[in-house]
């Protein structure tokens, strides 16, 4: 049972619309035993300092302190706890911002159930693995591995899918290089990869992030060096 596995993980759900909490502390329940509920960041925080959760949920706005200062806050002495920030915004300052506060999953309302479950479940696993979504590629870029994220010099650079997936795959092998075979099959998926495509793809990529960060062992594959 879900429950089981996740028994010992505390949740703390902020949220002042009480119809959006209590529907969101009732799916919570279906995975976790111990959630705590907050109607504002003010209540929030003492929470926080009772409970130590493992994992907190919160909206941008809400009276009083927003969610955004009231993660500042966390961050200035917890960097571990891992944070889903909901809000309704999509602006780029937000995004720079929720980047900027680490470890953060950022969802945009309405959210689905499928992307809040897969953040959650991204959560328990950076808590096991004591990881962030929040990959350093330089002292200027960074990649936010769970919104698909590009960030250089304070600055999001859009990324087509294929160089999202072909990042992703690199990052996730970082310590080894990755085979022709394996960038076609994750990149690719169900159609045929070209030397000239994978060439073109890797050239374009290396046009946004740091060049030198990709490496190629001719008739192995690619690594990327972080």
Do not use: H
Not at 205 to 223: A, E, F, M, Q, V
């Amino acid at each position: 049972m879900l429950k089981n596995r996740y028994k010992n993980i505390k949740i703390l759900y902020v949220e002042d619309d009480e119809i959006a909490r209590e529907n969101g502390v009732e799916y919570l329940q279906n995975f976790f035993e111990q959630i705590y509920e907050a109607s504002d960041a003010i209540i929030a925080l003492q929470l926080y300092e009772k409970y130590q959760p493992d994992i907190i949920i919160t909206d941008i706005q809400m009276p009083k302190l927003n969610g955004l200062e009231f993660v500042k806050r966390i961050r200035q002495k917890d960097k571990k706890t891992q944070i889903i920030i909901i809000t309704a915004f999509c602006d780029k300052d937000y995004l720079l911002k929720a980047i900027e506060l680490g470890l953060v999953k950022y969802l945009v309302k309405p959210v689905k159930e499928k992307e809040f479950e897969e953040a959650l479940f991204l959560c328990v696993n950076s808590l096991k693995e004591d990881n962030s979504n929040i990959v350093k590629l330089d002292i200027d870029s960074y990649f936010d591995t769970f919104n698909k994220n590009l960030l250089i010099k304070n600055e999001i650079v859009k990324l087509r899918t294929k160089e999202i997936l072909f990042l992703e795959l690199l990052l996730k092998n970082k310590n080894r290089y990755v085979s022709y075979e394996e960038i076609e099959n994750y990149v690719w998926a169900d159609s045929v990869m070209t030397k000239d495509a994978l060439k073109t793809l890797v050239k374009n990529l290396k046009t946004k992030i740091p060049k030198d960060l990709i490496l190629n062992l001719t008739n192995s594959g690619y690594k990327i060096d972080v």
